[in-house]
């Protein structure tokens, strides 16, 4: 099954088989007619007809192109063969029931910086006003709450070797 967690104003909860979803990749807004260098995991929801999209929703992983197919094929793996199909990650994001921290948004802010001095030099104004949206968001913002219905579909066995719960950086 796929939960899909949205606002109320966008029809709230929805619940989803696997195999009634149509995937693809999309690529995000276009700048300043420039072709997106961001793409994401889009999931249909088709009408019987097949043809019709009636909702869209993205998996929400965004990433380039050409590294969106092994974002895919992990999460495929993982809802047709298992976790036990794929290797556990390495990392977690550390933020299970709470908001980012100020270290996390810097790190999220600044995490472009690996691509040279050139980017450090002239991408360090535009990671600053990145930083202090997200500081800005992150008290208005809720800590999303599964509904009661999705956490008992989704309860895990004590002792699940694949149980990964992490809220500490």
């Known amino acids: 099954m796929v939960y899909v967690f949205r606002r109320k104003s966008a029809g709230g909860m929805l619940t989803l088989k696997w195999d009634d979803i149509y995937f693809c990749m999309g690529p ?3 700048y300043a007619g420039r072709p ?3 793409w994401d995991i889009r999931g249909h929801v088709l009408a019987p007809d097949k043809k019709t999209v009636l909702d869209t929703f993205s998996v929400g992983i965004h990433c380039t192109k050409d590294l969106l197919p092994a974002h895919w094929e992990y999460l495929r793996r993982y ?3 298992g976790p036990q199909s794929i290797p556990m990650p390495r990392r977690y994001l ?3 029931e ?3 921290s100020f270290l996390f948004a810097a790190k999220v802010a600044f995490s472009n910086f690996s691509y040279g001095y050139a980017f450090l030099l002239f991408g360090t104004p535009f990671a600053l006003v990145t930083l202090f949206g997200r500081l800005l968001c992150m008290p208005t913002n809720k800590v999303p709450v599964w ?3 999705v956490e008992e579909a989704c309860r895990i066995e004590p002792g699940d070797p694949y149980a990964q719960r992490v809220s500490g950086e």
Do not use: C, D, T, Y
């Open 94 to 96: 550390p933020i299970a």
């Open 98 to 100: 709470k908001r980012e």
């Open 147 to 149: 509904p009661k219905e």
């Open 28 to 30: 995000g807004q276009p």
């Open 36 to 38: 997106s260098l961001v």
């Open 79 to 81: 809802m047709e063969e």
